[in-house]
């Protein structure tokens, strides 16, 4: 490495790392194996997130938090793997819930790192352009970053009812105004530490970090997200997920 041109990570005297979160079960792709660990092209969807982040030279660390006793085949399922040489691996057990997983992960960053990333295993074909994007945006100054992208359907917000029964529609909001959030979402360092310290979250707001932050009264930007970075939550997921890997390995030779 030292014949190389030093990167911005290399130069800076922070660092950059990501947090994957890896601890669910996944019930939504049924019953088996933890959704992270289901095969996408023949690997496991936690080792395509874990490369995504180690794409980008920014990010040279990568935590993953595994199931509280997975810890073990996690650590093996990765050594097993090619992954990139610049970035460094770690695992650690997670937590009962997202953001406790969230949190433990935080706990095993280094002094040095001032920037985190936190990014879903589920969305394991984001590209490295949207994780610089991200990245680039907090160095930049901002306390919070998510990507995300304009949403092609029209949104009503419902009174919910009972499974399959009629729901009353309360409005329509204003779509140019809402955004789908994907992840990588990247945070300064001690921001999202204050928030895990100050917030206490339970059902959809347990799935954003950047929604914590924002209860702090901290400003969250978004920057543009990427069709291809979809979350593999259902069985169709699994399809689609399928066919992008194998246009990339055609298009791309890998």
């Known amino acids: 490495m030292s014949s190389m041109s030093p990167t911005p990570a290399e130069t800076s005297p922070s660092r950059t790392a990501a947090v994957i ?13 933890p959704k992270a660990l289901r095969a996408l092209g023949g690997t496991p969807m936690l080792i395509h997130a874990v490369r995504a982040m180690a794409a980008s030279r920014a990010v040279t660390l990568v935590v993953v938090v595994a199931p509280p006793d997975g810890a073990p085949e996690v650590k093996n399922l990765i050594a097993d793997h090619s992954l990139p040489e610049h970035t460094d691996y770690l695992v650690v057990p997670g937590g009962a819930t997202r953001q406790e997983s969230v949190r433990l992960g935080l706990d095993a960053l280094p002094e040095d790192v001032s920037v985190v ?31 995300a992208l304009p949403l092609s359907d029209t949104v009503k917000e419902v009174e919910p009812g009972a499974p399959g029964e009629p ?7 204003v779509r140019a105004r809402l955004r789908a959030v994907q992840t ?22 347990a799935t954003d970090d950047a929604g914590m932050v924002e209860r702090l009264g901290a400003s969250v930007v978004v920057v ?20 992008v890997l194998a246009r990339r ?4 030779g890998f």
């Open 21 to 33: 979160p890896a601890a669910g079960r996944g019930v939504r792709l049924g019953p088996g194996t």
């Open 117 to 147: 990333l936190v990014h879903d295993a589920a969305r394991p074909l984001v590209p490295v352009d949207t994780v610089d994007a991200v990245v680039e945006a907090v160095r930049d100054g901002a306390p919070a970053v998510v990507p």
């Open 167 to 173: 729901e009353p529609v309360l409005s329509t909001p």
């Open 184 to 205: 990588p979402q990247g945070f300064d360092r001690d921001t999202l530490l204050r928030a895990h310290k100050a917030v206490a979250v339970d059902g959809e707001g």
């Open 224 to 243: 543009p997200g990427h069709e291809e970075a979809f979350k593999v939550t259902r069985p169709l997921d699994l399809v689609l997920a399928e066919a």
């Open 249 to 252: 390995r055609a298009n791309d």
